[in-house]
């Protein structure tokens, strides 16, 4: 459907929209010196490691999740990457004996209803598995660290390269990018896998000593082959600057490494919720100074050649006293609307600061997930049986993967930059391809609750430019619906993640503005078809 501009003009005065304040933002029609590569796979995602098999398919493709992928591929010419790790990266141990996996997990709880395994055995197959993935999807593997034995690590690495080694993986067009040797291992004497003084100087002799036998195992030798290593992959404690000064890369392994990853956690907070303001964490100012703190080891990766990629969580919580794992999101923050609009304000975010890409945990039952890959019978946020169980579906944040591609792009040469936007609560984005401004994204942070009471605020937003562009919008109940977004006329909420209903855009002249309400968010696609 296409609304005529002459009728969004009506719709602009209509008085159920109460604007509460305007915005004149000034868009560059070239990209300015300080825009930013915009990777066609910004968006990408981790995959906590234990219940892999159920991501991929087992016998054959989990065509659900096969399906969420492409969506998203489609959108930017190419599938989110995937890296498979997290915290079962360092309870894995390859055996000769074992098929696929065996899991040993912990007993589910009302705040961990789907814990990750302590113990996790596999085989060569379940490394094969990656063949059931979209063509073109790019992956990095963790190898355990944690366990301190380098013939397990170099069991592992040999079974991922030999997997993707095989006909039937070479055939299916997945590569192998990465090799990841430890998660987090900054935070080891935390999480009991070492103890003592844990500092970034035994971890970097540490690491060399599993990762250099390893890497050794698959003839990797440097940063040049197809495969090379992901360094770092810490939390909080030690820092890439900090193990650079140490002279990893100057080790054999860090040699081959060609990639530094950082993981983020937006706020600390108790597992069940409670303790947090949706309205704070989805806000602006909050999402600048989570990513800033990062600018200093993002400037020494790239001064280093290496690429500088963000492992993240839409939300975490704390650890629980008892227990030595995070729980995975915090309901009521993590799965709902406003987290679709704070992933897109903290991609682009990120993007703008020079970070290549962002891997989103995900895990089967996980609160934060992009989409639940397989059916559950237990609850997400409280692990109450479910009868009948939860059908494969996307959960909020999936939309807002949606808007980000859109706005990405299929040329695979487009740049970012963030616009100036004279709100407290709109944020901004231009990207450019070719060197010509194509697309805008506007994001209205401010939570509309189910809790809200009056009018719905809306803010009007001039562009200091004339001419035509289309509209697409992410219509949003309020920022704590977990259900019934809409992108563009559409929900992608069905059995198989096809949109559903028809493709709305709105044709506008520029001269007049657009409007866009608190928790919404605007693509502005210039040079209206
Ligand atoms: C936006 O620009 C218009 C036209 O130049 C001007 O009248 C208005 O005051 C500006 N608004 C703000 C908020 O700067
Ligand atoms: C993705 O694009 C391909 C090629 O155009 C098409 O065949 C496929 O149906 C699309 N898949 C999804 C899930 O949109
Ligand atoms: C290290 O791993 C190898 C291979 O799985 C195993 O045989 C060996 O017992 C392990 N060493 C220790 C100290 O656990
Ligand atoms: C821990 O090790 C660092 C250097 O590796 C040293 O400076 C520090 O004194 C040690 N701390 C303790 C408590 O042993
Ligand atoms: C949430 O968890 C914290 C810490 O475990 C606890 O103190 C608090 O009472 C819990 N709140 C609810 C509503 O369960
Ligand atoms: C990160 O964002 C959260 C809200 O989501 C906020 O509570 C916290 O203070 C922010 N952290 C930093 C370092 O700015
Ligand atoms: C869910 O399914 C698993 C595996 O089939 C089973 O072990 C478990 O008891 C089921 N839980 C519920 C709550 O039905
Ligand atoms: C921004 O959003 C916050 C939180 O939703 C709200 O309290 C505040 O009034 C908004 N500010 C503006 C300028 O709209």
Not at 339 to 347: F, G, H, N, P, Q
Request: glycine share 8%; aromatic share 8%; proline share 5%.
């Amino acid at each position: 459907m296409h609304l005529r501009p002459h009728l969004l003009a009506a719709a602009t005065i209509a008085p159920h929209l109460v604007v509460s304040s305007a915005v004149n933002v000034s868009v560059p029609i070239a990209p300015p010196s300080d825009s930013q590569t915009l990777s066609r796979t910004l968006l990408s995602f981790s995959i906590e490691e234990d219940r892999w098999p159920e991501w991929s398919g087992i016998d054959s493709r989990n065509d659900f999740a096969y399906n969420a992928l492409t969506t998203l591929g489609n959108l930017t010419g190419q599938p989110p990457k995937l890296r498979v790790g997290g915290d079962s990266e360092d309870h894995t141990f390859w055996s000769p004996t074992v098929a696929i996996n065996e899991d040993q997990f912990p007993s589910p709880s009302t705040n961990m209803p789907y814990p990750e395994a302590t113990h996790i055995t596999v085989g060569n197959a379940f490394y094969e598995l990656v063949r059931f993935l979209p063509r073109g999807t790019h992956m990095t593997w963790g190898i355990n660290l944690g366990a301190d034995n380098a013939t397990n690590a170099a069991n592992m690495v040999k079974a991922v390269v030999g997997a993707f080694a095989t006909d039937s993986v070479k055939d299916s067009g997945v590569i192998l990018d990465h090799l990841e040797i430890g998660n987090e291992a900054d935070i080891y004497t935390f999480t009991g896998l070492r103890s003592g003084n844990w500092t970034a100087e035994a971890y970097v002799s540490d690491w060399i000593s599993i990762a250099g036998p390893a890497v050794e195992a698959a003839g990797i030798d440097g940063p040049d082959g197809p495969v090379s290593v992901q360094g770092a992959a810490f939390v909080v404690q030690f820092t890439p600057t900090e193990i650079f000064d140490l002279g990893i890369l100057d080790s054999a392994p860090g040699k081959a490494i060609t990639q530094i990853s950082q993981h983020h956690y937006s706020v600390t907070a108790f597992c069940n919720g409670s303790d947090i303001s949706l309205a704070s964490f989805m806000s602006k100012e909050a999402v600048r100074s989570n990513l800033t703190i990062f600018s200093a080891d993002i400037a020494e990766v790239h001064r280093h050649g290496l690429t500088y990629v963000l492992g993240a969580q839409t939300l975490t919580a704390t650890h629980s006293e008892t227990s030595s794992v995070a729980c995975h999101g915090a309901p009521g923050v993590s799965n709902v609307a406003g987290a679709a609009l704070w992933t897109i304000d903290y991609a682009l975010q990120a993007a703008s600061l020079g970070i290549t890409e962002l891997f989103f945990h995900e895990g089967v039952g996980f609160t934060y997930n992009f989409f639940q890959p397989v059916s559950l019978n237990r609850s997400t946020t409280d692990g109450s049986p479910l009868d009948p169980p939860a059908a494969p579906h996307i959960q909020a944040p999936f939309y807002g993967a949606l808007v980000i591609n859109s706005f990405i792009g299929s040329t695979g040469s487009s740049k970012v930059v963030e616009l100036d936007v004279g709100d407290s609560n709109v944020s901004g984005y231009a990207a450019f391809e070719n060197g010509v401004l194509v697309r805008a994204v506007f994001i209205n942070l401010d939570a509309w609750l189910v809790s809200s009471t009056g009018s719905r605020p809306s803010v009007h937003v001039n562009l200091d430019f004339v001419g035509e562009a289309s509209l697409k919008r992410l219509v949003i109940g309020h920022a704590d619906d977990t259900e019934g977004l809409i992108w563009a006329g559409q929900s992608y909420e069905t059995s198989d993640v096809s949109p559903k209903g028809t493709l709305v855009t709105e044709e506008v002249l520029l001269s007049g503005g657009f409007d866009i309400r608190s928790t919404e968010a605007v693509l502005v696609e210039f040079g209206a078809q």
